[in-house]
């Protein structure tokens, strides 16, 4: 099936190439805060870095409708925070960008009369705008509790290694 | 901030070769090592560059004492 323009296809692979980059980004940071002794962050990090691989997989799905390429070559910059609150920080920054992005995909997409892919993206903003909310939510407890306070709730002892 | 994932610079890296005198990107890779390889982080080694150069010029411009080409 084409596209209502081929400009439909290079805002999916837009998208394609924010959701690879996050993915693989919390991906790492899942396992560093792991690696840290802070499994329970490290949890949180792991399900949203799936979570967008399946987003990237639905993408990749609609480019493919669409007779078009999906580009899983392009990824953009991956930025990996040295410290907790600086791995919350750029989440929280990424997926700001993300709803911004999205935003401006769905507009262009209704703007073509692509309805369709314009409720995918306006999909996507409602779930990046709850990611980035957890991530503001998260830098605000920092805030309250302190570091220090914050990142011992993120130790999870009662676990034996291996299981 | 890590962004070169091939010799693992980040931010810290790249604002202390700024502050140690370099004044360009390549100057910046040179001394870092970020950049030589893959090289998919100069975008991001040059936004840092110019940030920090940015914020040097405005404290130099805070206080004339310090010597910016010194610093």
Redesign the interface.
């Given at each position: 099936m084409q596209p209502v323009s081929p400009r439909v296809v290079e805002l999916l692979n837009e998208a394609l190439t924010f959701e690879l980059t996050v993915t693989n980004t919390y991906f790492l940071h899942a396992r560093m805060l792991d690696n840290w002794g802070l499994p329970k962050l490290g949890k949180v990090f792991y399900a949203l870095s799936i979570d967008e691989m399946k987003d990237a997989d639905a993408i990749i799905n609609r480019i493919l409708m669409f007779e078009g390429h999906p580009n899983l070559q392009r990824l953009g910059n991956i930025t990996v925070g040295e410290t907790p609150e600086e791995m919350l920080a750029l989440a929280y920054e990424s997926e700001k960008a993300a709803v911004k992005q999205f935003n401006g995909a769905a507009q262009e997409c209704h703007d073509l009369g692509d309805h369709g892919t314009a409720a995918v993206f306006e999909e996507y903003v409602r779930d990046e705008e709850q990611h980035a909310e957890w991530f503001e939510a998260q830098l605000e407890a920092i805030q309250r509790v302190g570091v220090q306070g914050y990142l011992a709730q993120q130790i999870d002892a009662s676990t034996p290694p291996g299981s | 901030?890590?962004?070169c994932?091939c010799a693992v610079v980040?931010d810290?890296e790249v604002k202390q070769a700024v502050d140690a005198g370099a004044r360009t990107v390549s100057q910046v890779c040179r001394s870092t090592g970020a950049g030589q390889e893959c090289g998919?982080?100069v975008?991001?080694v040059r936004r840092v560059v110019c940030e920090h150069l940015e914020q040097v010029a405005v404290m130099a411009a805070a206080d004339p004492e310090v010597d910016v080409a010194a610093s």
């Amino acid at each position: 099936m084409q596209p209502v323009s081929p400009r439909v296809v290079e805002l999916l692979n837009e998208a394609l190439t924010f959701e690879l980059t996050v993915t693989n980004t919390y991906f790492l940071h899942a396992r560093m805060l792991d690696n840290w002794g802070l499994p329970k962050l490290g949890k949180v990090f792991y399900a949203l870095s799936i979570d967008e691989m399946k987003d990237a997989d639905a993408i990749i799905n609609r480019i493919l409708m669409f007779e078009g390429h999906p580009n899983l070559q392009r990824l953009g910059n991956i930025t990996v925070g040295e410290t907790p609150e600086e791995m919350l920080a750029l989440a929280y920054e990424s997926e700001k960008a993300a709803v911004k992005q999205f935003n401006g995909a769905a507009q262009e997409c209704h703007d073509l009369g692509d309805h369709g892919t314009a409720a995918v993206f306006e999909e996507y903003v409602r779930d990046e705008e709850q990611h980035a909310e957890w991530f503001e939510a998260q830098l605000e407890a920092i805030q309250r509790v302190g570091v220090q306070g914050y990142l011992a709730q993120q130790i999870d002892a009662s676990t034996p290694p291996g299981s | 901030m890590i962004f070169c994932h091939c010799a693992v610079v980040g931010d810290r890296e790249v604002k202390q070769a700024v502050d140690a005198g370099a004044r360009t990107v390549s100057q910046v890779c040179r001394s870092t090592g970020a950049g030589q390889e893959c090289g998919s982080c100069v975008f991001a080694v040059r936004r840092v560059v110019c940030e920090h150069l940015e914020q040097v010029a405005v404290m130099a411009a805070a206080d004339p004492e310090v010597d910016v080409a010194a610093s």
